[in-house]
């Protein structure tokens, strides 16, 4: 499965949760259901435990958008790991340059984070890196290029932040740079999400 690429809101809608590193919109203008009976199917019938699973598998998904393949050699990677697999997995998705971007405030969104970092305008500790999925560790420092100082996107984003930076981010404004003080922690996520689920999604499937 390809990652996607159409209307966002309508999937926020149908997750019933705004999902910040996918679109700065909300669903709350249409707080229903998609379709044309959407808004009289307000009150929803009750879910069943695979249709909880897949949602919050999506939530996750959706957010930092990722491939299902993208997405489940993570879940191999955090299940073969000695930390607890749910936590595992959510601290692998945060490490994401291109939701380190994103977090740090240099980018509206992760899909604009992602083209940033795929025209290479971002450097970890002086070196460029174009790889949107790179993983960022302790110590690094997350800037912009020279020459990228002065992006009109950059600018229009950092001055209007719509999320806290996470604490295992440190920002300085002067130099314009991101430094990764830690590893993400669960809680880091930035919208609620039963990651549970999502492990035992996989472990009846793979």
Not at 22 to 27: A, E, G, I, N, V
Not at 92 to 98: G, T, V
Not at 105 to 127: E, M, S, Y
Request: proline letters at 7%; zero cysteines; aromatic letters at 8%.
């Amino acid at each position: 499965m390809s990652r996607y690429t159409g209307p966002r809101v309508k999937k926020m809608r149908a997750l019933n949760l705004d999902l910040p590193g996918l679109t700065r919109k909300s669903m709350w203008d249409r707080p229903f259901p998609p379709g044309v009976h959407g808004a009289k199917n307000v009150r929803r019938r009750k879910m069943s435990d695979y249709k909880k699973q897949l949602l919050e598998k999506q939530k996750l998904r959706l957010n930092y958008g990722l491939t299902e393949r993208q997405f489940r050699r993570l879940y191999k990677e955090a299940v073969s790991s000695r930390d607890p697999s749910g936590d595992k997995l959510l601290e692998l998705l945060e490490r994401r340059l291109d939701n380190a971007v994103f977090r740090a405030g240099f980018a509206p969104t992760i899909p604009a984070a992602r083209q940033l970092i795929n025209h290479g305008h971002f450097q970890i500790n002086g070196k460029r890196v174009d790889i949107a999925s790179y993983r960022v560790k302790p110590g690094e420092v997350i800037s912009l290029r020279p020459r990228s100082q002065e992006l009109a996107t950059v600018a229009a984003a950092l001055g209007d932040l719509r999320l806290t930076r996470p604490e295992w981010l440190e920002y300085q404004d002067d130099k314009k740079t991101a430094s990764i003080k830690e590893l993400p922690k669960a809680d880091s996520v930035p919208f609620p999400v039963e990651v549970n689920l999502v492990i035992e999604y996989y472990s009846k499937r793979l």
